[in-house]
């Protein structure tokens, strides 16, 4: 029998059948306060000796994760965030009284442009970066966007001695890739761990609740502090941005599932940052459930894919196209479901088999962008146009 599962918070609100990584496990960020360690002298602050090189070769590379390393360790930032004694309204518990907040982060030019998440910076009153032995240098945050966790400081280039990380191609990444991370793990700066590509085209929640698509999952080891730090392949390319990690009930550490947000998707951000505009997204303004055979035949459908339409937000492009929510309750394996509502049952005639395919789609358009969606409303088939506008700053309650 199909279990019925929460999703996570997405692009159209929550989908509330179906889910993402809904395992017995929490999905949390992995940016970290300092982190000091307990030895037979006391306590002192973390701080790691040089790696030595693994003399085995990365899985699909003739290349080493120690030769890997070597050429791209001292491209990677360790981040230090002062926060704002303010209360925080992330979604993943940041402290909210003030404090340091420690990450990693991409050289990804000779300009001192620095690539990080924006969890790991956001409501920051101060930020510093350090590469390799060097000193901690100031940095400015150039800008922030929370619909994709990605972020973009900016230093003087002329105080960095590090060469920026070769950033790679992530629509060309395959499962069982190799996959290697280095960062700053509970603080201790130029951490490596190696492993595969476990699987791609995963969805996260975003820090101010949209849904990141085409995440990469990896089970090369990742913890706290290293957010923002790289996903690197066995040719030593970045292919992505370790931003979140699965965790046990009740732990907060690696268990092997690890998420980046692809390279691709943050070098858009970044240009987009860089070049002094405001990123843009697109939205539809809906919240949706996935619809199976199961509730397919409960509520008397005559298709069993595709998304049923919970609610229309107000003014959004979804309503202004007249799309139609359901108006009538259906308790379903204790799921409350919105009946009676138009079903989604394609997007630009292809058709779509729940939430995260319709999330998939509308993540890849751009605001202002025209789709056609094809919708069964009182047993009839019917194609609506739908104008997409700009995605507010935060999911819309």
Do not use: C, W
Not at 214 to 220: F, G, L, R
């Amino acid at each position: 029998m199909t279990r019925i599962r929460t999703f996570f918070r997405s692009s159209f609100g929550s989908a509330l059948l179906g889910g993402v990584v809904a395992v017995a496990l929490g999905v949390v960020a992995i940016s970290t306060g300092i982190v000091s360690v307990d030895n037979s002298s006391g306590s002192a602050v973390a701080s790691s000796p040089p790696v030595t090189p693994d003399t085995e070769p990365a899985s699909g590379s003739d290349r080493t994760v120690g030769q890997v390393y070597q050429d791209d360790a001292q491209g990677v930032a360790y981040i230090e965030a002062e926060e704002k004694p303010t209360a925080s309204s992330s979604p993943f518990g940041a402290p909210s009284g003030g404090g340091t907040a420690t990450g990693s982060g991409i050289l990804i030019d000779s300009d001192g442009h620095v690539l990080t998440n924006a969890h790991v910076v956001d409501g920051s009153s101060s930020v510093t970066v350090k590469f390799g032995d060097g000193d901690p240098v100031p940095a400015k945050v150039l800008g922030v966007d929370d619909s994709t966790d990605i972020a973009v400081l900016s230093v003087d280039p002329g105080s960095v001695d590090a060469q920026p990380l070769d950033l790679g191609d992530s629509d060309a990444v395959k499962v069982g890739d190799g996959a290697i991370a280095i960062g700053n793990p509970y603080g201790l700066d130029r951490t490596v761990t190696s492993g595969i590509i476990s699987a791609l085209q995963r969805q996260i929640s975003a820090p101010n609740g949209f849904t990141i698509s085409d995440v990469i999952q990896t089970d090369a080891a990742i913890n706290p502090g290293n957010s923002g730090g790289p996903l690197i392949d066995s040719d030593g390319r970045v292919i992505g941005v370790n931003s979140q990690i699965a965790t046990g009930s009740g732990g907060s550490g690696s268990v092997g599932i690890g998420f980046a947000v692809p390279i691709n998707t943050a070098k858009s951000v970044a240009e987009q940052i860089i070049d002094g505009g405001s990123v843009k997204h697109a939205y539809l303004g809906i919240e949706g459930a996935d619809l199976n055979s199961e509730l397919a035949k409960v509520l008397n459908l005559d298709v069993d894919q595709g998304v049923l339409v919970q609610k229309v937000t107000a003014d959004g492009p979804a309503a202004d196209a007249g799309l139609q929510a359901g108006d009538a309750t259906v308790a379903v394996e204790g799921a409350q479901v919105k009946a009676g509502g138009d079903v989604i049952t394609a997007i630009d005639g292809k058709q779509i088999t729940g939430m995260e395919d319709l999330i998939a789609a509308i993540n890849a358009k751009q605001p202002g962008d025209t789709v056609t969606l094809t919708v069964l409303r009182n047993g009839s088939s019917q194609e609506i146009d739908v104008e997409l506008a700009d995605r507010p700053a935060s999911v819309q309650g």
